[in-house]
């Protein structure tokens, strides 16, 4: 989950297809999708700085 939350876009187009067979509507899926999938993403991003967690790519030796 923690990588789908590093991508909202990806995500919301996950999201997209089982909401259209439940909202029955394309549009409202589509829209539905990238809210949920970017609050995803941003609980994620706060999360991640409120505990102070490093990521994979940052270097702390300076270089």
């Given at each position: 989950m923690?990588?789908?939350a590093n991508r909202p876009v990806f995500l919301?187009?996950?999201l997209a297809?089982?909401?259209w067979f439940v909202l029955d509507n394309f549009i409202v899926a589509a829209m539905v999708a990238l809210l949920v999938a970017f609050f995803?993403?941003?609980v994620h991003?706060?999360?991640v700085l409120k505990n102070g967690e490093r990521q994979?790519?940052?270097r702390?030796?300076?270089n």
């Open positions: 923690r990588q789908l919301a187009m996950l297809i089982p909401l995803t993403a941003m991003s706060l999360r994979p790519d940052e702390t030796d300076g």
